[in-house]
DNA sequence: GGCTCATGTAAAGGTCGTTCACATGAGCTG
DNA sequence: CAGCTCATGTGAACGACCTTTACATGAGCC
């Protein structure tokens, strides 16, 4: 793809009109290749097509390469999250697991992005705009978890929405870090990562008192469920994740 | 400590006598200060007094001692796992709690274990040692959430016995990975994670339909429950880990 | 046209991982 | 005990990396 500027010197002039950017991406290649810690600044300056010392008119050091990288990534991951929560349509509960969904997808989709933002050893407080952030993504799922609090049936006990938010958070990331991406995903699973996250989610839902059937329950006063983006392949199996009730 | 050997050249001869173990010694400690990522081959050998090269008579490269010391992890791991849950007693859902207490406590505990075995990178399957290791501590888990399922109520959707084990595995290494150790404890939690993670677990026992409360339900023909070596400071309010239903 | 300053370069110092030829000495063999 | 052998440790060297420093270039502005 794009070609042009981060090629050879011959190609350019002195100056190289947009290194911050290419450099940034391609960090972002290599990091998906090699991983955060596989993935050297000399490295990125040679794709850049500049010398090795060339980055360091833009970034501090290796570090704030990555998180500046870790940033970007709690960026598109808050949007991928909001869009995924749509404001709680077509149900709460749907759209809640529709969060958990994407949640395992940019881990999937985005492993550079997923391994600078938790894999790197960046420090969440590395920098403020990194921090706020993280936050804002963060606080899509508290969101989240707010208005699924307020709908919980009564009679049971009922955690914070805040710690139902860490509870999802939680869920989300394990599975993603030991099953769903790189070298983890070697973990032989009798089956899918979405499949054993939705079902978690689901049966955490139902210890809440929610009602979890998949069913409609009665064709409430909703309209009919958006089918799920990504239902393809790997989609639960009508009847719930693994089967009716014995 | 055992000084003695790991000091300098003039205090012992040519030969080093234990030099792989020291290696080991040195690096737990080097990747508990610095984590996986940053501790080095060259320092481990300067810290037990030899020259640069020769750690490489006892490992193959610096790989392979983080492998080793995952290994050992595991090993540990799974003791800690089997005691913990000693074999379901007194009854097998407090059992199965004290196991996700144990998982924290290691990953708290054992910060330089943790952090080779699940985020330095090094495959599982690099050596087959190590993943027979992983398999060992896995199937404690996997043994606990056996004996739970079998104990289900009827009525309720139940998934497999290694689906519940994932889920658990899951949760607790989320919550572990996320705020309970190195630079992820820094974001700031209005709770601890053992009470995160024990209502987490709590909520999901429920879904399964499990009674969880923590009362005991009518003084049951159990002895009095252990106190959990580690009650101090942030053990669970009495009353459950987020008071009462409303 | 000339100045200035952001941006890039080359060179150098320090650290690592790793390899190689060589040194040492513990333990066996006779 | 003499001598041999081989596991174990050494020093030097290579290439890669991170980072700093003094210097070069040229884009944008007067």
């Known amino acids: 793809m794009s070609w042009r500027k981060e090629t050879r010197r011959a190609e350019r002039g002195y100056h190289h009109g947009n290194l911050k950017e290419a450099l940034l991406q391609a ?34 050091d290796r570090e704030e390469l990555l998180s500046s990288i870790a940033q970007r990534g709690f ?11 749509d404001d709680g349509r077509p149900d709460t509960v ?42 804002r993504a963060f606080n899509i799922i508290r969101a989240a978890a707010e208005r699924l609090a307020a709908l ?33 995903a070697r973990r032989k699973l009798p089956m899918s990562p979405d499949e054993l996250l939705e ?21 409430s006063a909703e309209p009919p469920p958006v089918p799920p983006e990504a239902s393809s392949g790997s989609g639960v199996p009508p009847g719930g994740p693994w089967g009716k009730p014995k």
Not at 30 to 51: C, N, P, Q
């Open 75 to 85: 960026e598109q991951f808050e949007s991928r999250l909001t869009a995924a929560w």
């Open 27 to 60: 960090a972002l290649g290599l990091i998906a290749e090699k991983g955060a810690a596989g993935f050297t600044f000399a490295d990125a300056a040679r794709m850049a097509g500049v010398s090795a010392a060339a980055p360091y008119r833009h970034f501090r």
């Open 152 to 184: 919980a049936p009564p009679g049971t006990p009922r955690p914070p929405a805040m710690m139902m938010a860490l509870h999802i958070w939680s869920m989300a990331h394990g599975v993603a870090s030991l099953f769903s991406r790189g070298d983890a």
């Open 94 to 135: 749907t759209a809640f697991e529709r969060v958990g969904r994407a949640y395992l997808a940019f881990a999937r989709e985005e492993p550079a992005f997923y391994n600078a933002m938790f894999e790197s050893g960046v420090p969440v407080d590395s920098n403020p705009a990194l921090q706020a952030a993280s936050e």
């Open 199 to 219: 079902a978690e989610v689901l049966i955490y839902l139902r210890g809440l008192g929610f009602p979890t059937d998949r069913r409609p329950p009665a064709k």
